[in-house]
Structures are given as C-alpha cells and as structure tokens.
C-alpha cells in the first residue's frame, strides 16, 4: 500500500502505486477533460500529485502540452524570477567499492588512477575555485569507508570553509557522499553544510538491485531512506535526483515525486532541490548500452512537469548538458546550474589532459564560468552567487514556507545583485564586467521593498571599496 507517511521504503515508493499511476496516465493522457482538471490545478501554482503529473507528462495534444510549457514558463519566473544560481563540483576521492555499472568509479575499474586529495590539495583545488568565482560547490566522493571514512569528509569541509584566499571564499559547501548513519548526517550537519545531496539512481527496485550488484549501495532499502535518516539528524534542506537513461522514464519521474510527497508528509518540508542528470560516456562506460536514454524533448518535458509539480523545489542541471540543452531548460524550470566544472579529482588545480580518463563522466558543457556568466546575462538571466538562506538560518520548513508564499524574492533579488556585483568587482574578464554593471541598475529596480534596495545600492558602493559578504 502507498503510504506516504511511512518510514518504510517500498511503502512511500511503492511499486504498485507507480505501475497505477503510470497507467491511470496512459488512459488519460489524452482525456481532453482529466488534462483540462489537472491544468486548472496546476494553474494555483501550488503543485501537482505524482499521479496529475504523470498524467501531463504523458499527455500528447499538441496545444495542451504548449499549456505545460508556458505554464512551466511562468511558474519559474514567479517563483525564481531570472535568477541562476551557480555551483561547482569539487571531487575529493575516486575510491569507491560499489559496483555501480554505470560509473567508471566502480571497482572493478582497475584501469583509472585513483586517487584522494590530501588537506593540501583540497585546500589548492579551493583557491582554484574561488579564484574562478564560485562561492558553493557540491562536494563528491566515492565511497570507501577506509579511504573516504566520515571524518576525511569532516576534515574536507573544513578545510574548504578555512580558505580565503584574495577575495575569496566557499560559503555553502553541499555535500554529495553515499548514504550513511544518522550519526554521520548528525556530524555534517554539525560541520555547516548546505544541502545533502543523494540520486537515487533509480527507483526501480529490481532495475536498482541489478545496476549495483556488489558494495553497500546494493541495499535498495537503506539507500532509498537515506533522506529520512539525513533529516532526522538536523539536515532539513536534501536534494534529490535520479540517474535518468536506467530505467523508464515515466516509472523514475513518478517515484521521484513520491520521494518529494513522502518528505513533505513525514517531516512537512520537501526537498530542497531536485537534479536532473542525464547517463554520460565515461571511461569503461558506454551509455548507449542502457536502454532507456531519453531525447532532448522528452528531457524538457520531464523539466517543465516537475516544476509544475513541486514549484518550491530548485531544479538543477550540471555541464553533462550541452549550452543548448541548458538554455533550453533554464527558460522551463531549472533554478541552478553548475559552471566551469571538472569532474575529475584535482581537476581544478591540475586540468588533466584532454586525453585523460580519470572524470566520473564526460562533460558537454566545458566552458570556463565567466563564459557562462556572460551567456547567461545575454540571455536575460541574472546570475547569482547567494549563499545566503542557509547562512541566515532559511532552511527546511522555514525556508519552504518563505519560498511558498512566493517571498522570496525579497531576499534571493538583493542577494543576487550584491553577489554579482561582487563577481564583477574580483573575477569577471572586461566583456562580462561590462554586461553585468549593464544589467545591475534593471535589477536594482526590480527590488520593490525602498528600504532594502536603499541599502542595496549602499553596499554595491562599499563592494565597489573593497567589502564584502553582505546578505540579507
Ligand atoms: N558515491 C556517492 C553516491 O553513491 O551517491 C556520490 C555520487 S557520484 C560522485 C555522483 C553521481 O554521479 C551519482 O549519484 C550518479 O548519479 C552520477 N553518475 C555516475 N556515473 C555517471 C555517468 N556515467 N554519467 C552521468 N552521471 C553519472
């Protein structure tokens, strides 16, 4: 039985509830009057069920789905404005003793270097990273309880929060390592990071078993109820995702708002934000040997449908997608995207050579952030380096409910502005300088509340003067 509620995995993912939803969907998908229902809904802006979204997703009349897409459209902007925030990867360790068959950090893998970076170097890939721009990064690793045991992670945050090199400094550190205990969610959470990431992979509980035949990650169960674990431990902001290309499409994209339903049911707060990655060519790896890739169109319309779905949740998509894909999906959903990353370990000090296999997957979009920055103000979007919520206390259901009322522009506007500003002032090349100090005064102007865009212009002055890290 489906029972959001329940602490159980294969109760709040229940099997039987996606196979119904999935053919409720198929019955309706072209039930001019269920899609009219569900677009109604839909148009509170408030969400959809799994099953409603389903039901979109599906749905193939050519004008309904123009519906979804500007829905998706206007969801975003009243939510997110055209605000993208940015991020990077930082990998810590490639040893890993799962067989994952889809990543190349599988170790059966004998061919690849392994390798972990000391506090040194983490404390050299973080200068690199600061000195590019970036001011939150994901970190990654494989896992490996003697070589990436809990405290080399702890001693990796602190050392990333210690840096400040020039102007610099990583102010939200999220954290992407396996699932693990409570107590070891309870020590990040005690070490300051942001989110706690974890993709299911996917949902599918056979399909999951198969694609990880050997290491702890083949446990289905402990995997699938690692957020609630993280949760119950402090960390109230987990982002989630699922690996698409290894199951079906349609059985991941209900599962995935299962998980969010069951969030929001058990602990009141939803996820934080969900990723959208896509398999990728990597060493050993060949997606085409999966069978369930998606297109480009399917991948849109899956990104429009979750952020009709859950319009609260951030939406995230890293370099795996091409610049044209990316823009694509920023317009339909996505909230915030990763830039100038590597996805190998030291990669950001140490760029390996072209030729090198040594990345967890191959990334499309490979050009520098301050590229992306200037691409992204071109194409009308304010780019952002706010780290702000978490800092100033905005987590879990008090963020939700800022974020539910549609408030929180009143923060995330001023925040952007000041952090690009901040951007221009340290790292920006003089082309993307120019456009940013273009595009601030329209920005400024969008703040409505006098008082706080009063002291807006106020520290763009003093970021101007050398200051810096001001936030609301
Ligand atoms: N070891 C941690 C875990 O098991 O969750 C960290 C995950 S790994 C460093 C980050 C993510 O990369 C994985 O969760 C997986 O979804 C994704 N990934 C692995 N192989 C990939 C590939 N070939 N293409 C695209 N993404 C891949």
Redesign the pocket.
Known sequence: MYNPKSSEAEEFICHNEVLASLQFAEENKDNVEVVDKILKKARLKKGLTHREAAVLLDCTIPEKVQEIYQLAREIKQDYYGNRIVLFAPL?LSNY?V?G?V????HFVNKHIPRIKLTQEQIRRETEALQDMGHKRIAI????DPVNNPIEYILDSIKTIYSVKHKNGSIRRVNV????TTIENYKKLHDAGIGTYI??Q?TYNKETYERLHPTGP?HNYKYHTEAMDRAMQAGIDDVSL?V?FGLELYRYEFSALLMHAEHLEAAYGVGPHAISV??????DD?D?SAFDNGIDDDIFAKIVACIRIAVPYTGMIIST?ESAECRKRLLELGVSQISGGSKTSVGGYFNPAPEDDNSA??DVSDRRPLDDVIKWLIELGYLPSFCTSCYRQGRTGDRFMEICKSQQIHNYCQPNAVMTLKEYLEDYASDATKAAGEKLLPFEIDKITDETIRTKVVENLNKIHNGERDFKF
Request: with cysteine.
């Open positions: 990998y890993c799962n994952c889809y990543c190349p950090y990654e690793a494989g896992e992407n390592i396996a699932a974890l993709f992979e990650k995702g690996l990655p896509r398999i990728k060519k990597a790896i997606p795996r967890q997957f």
